[in-house]
Nanobody, 123 residues
Framework: VQLVESGGGLVQPGGSLRLSCASD????????MGWSRQAPGKTREFVAT????????KYADSVKGRFTVSRDNSANIVYLQMNSVNTEDTGTYYC?????????????????WGQGTQVTVSS
């Protein structure tokens, strides 16, 4: 399973960005998917997750109400819409495929990871 993130870049505080995660296989449609991020000097942390149907989602408290995770199973793509970003959202964002079809927030719950896309929030 190969996951490729895109959409990262430089954005001003208060701005928006949409990240995409594309897979080379349709099997991701059967599994939960998640986004995590790693800031410089910090450990990777959970950001958002979505179940295989797209009906159930879960977010880290730090992004709740600002970020939205969604998926298009027909295209094997998962999205992370980031609104009202701030400097603490800076980091490398990774998408990952869960071991199960459900939402999961633990790093150990994910089996396959992408290479990441850099998001920098700065004025």
């Amino acid at each position: 399973v190969q996951l490729v993130e895109s959409g990262g870049g430089l954005v001003q505080p208060g701005g928006s960005l949409r990240l995409s995660c594309a897979s080379d296989t349709r099997t991701i449609s059967l599994f939960g998917m998640g986004w995590s991020r790693q800031a410089p000097g910090k450990t990777r942390e959970f950001v958002a997750t979505i179940d295989w149907t797209g009906a159930n989602t879960k977010y880290a408290d730090s992004v709740k109400g600002r970020f939205t995770v969604s998926r298009d199973n027909s295209a094997n793509i998962v999205y992370l819409q980031m609104n009202s970003v701030n400097t603490e959202d800076t980091g490398t964002y990774y998408c990952a495929r869960a071991r199960v079809p459900h939402v999961r927030s633990g790093q150990e719950d994910y089996l396959y990871w992408g290479q990441g896309t850099q998001v920098t929030v700065s004025s």
